[in-house]
């Protein structure tokens, strides 16, 4: 098992900037591929960013490429999100994940999901 835990969503207006932290505990966070997915309201989920254990592959959706960025601290077990220049349509509730599956954009492969933090931009 794998528990996840994010923070650092919030309410920001347009332009503004965000940090997301998703703190892991269980078994080896180094041994997993993380993604970052999200969910507006009244809309399917899906995928920010996501990346490889040894950080060595990173994908970003096509929306957020060059506002978001992923990263991961293995000693601290915590992986990030940076957004910036923040949209409207970047509201949503932000989820991080696990999985052993390379195929980092596929959301049914992941095992492991926290509860989620929300992301409010204000226009």
């Known amino acids: 098992q794998v528990q996840l835990v994010e923070s650092g969503g919030g309410l920001v207006q347009t332009g503004g900037s965000l940090r997301l932290s998703c703190t892991a505990s269980?078994?080896?966070?180094?041994?997993?591929?993380m993604g970052w997915f999200r969910q507006p309201p009244g809309k399917e989920r899906e995928v920010v960013a996501a990346?490889?254990?040894?950080?060595?592959?990173?994908n970003d959706a096509d929306s957020v490429k060059g506002r978001f960025a992923i990263s991961r601290d293995n000693a601290k077990n915590t992986l990030y999100l940076q957004m910036n220049s923040l949209k409207p349509e970047d509201t949503a509730l932000y989820y991080c994940?696990?999985?052993?599956?390379?195929?980092?954009?596929?959301?049914?492969?992941?095992?492991?999901w926290g509860q989620g933090t929300q992301v409010t931009v204000s226009s």
């Open positions: 994940a696990a999985t052993l599956n390379v195929l980092l954009t596929k959301r049914v492969l992941y095992d492991y």
């Open positions: 990346m490889t254990a040894s950080s060595s592959i990173t």
């Open positions: 269980g078994r080896t966070f180094n041994n997993y591929h």
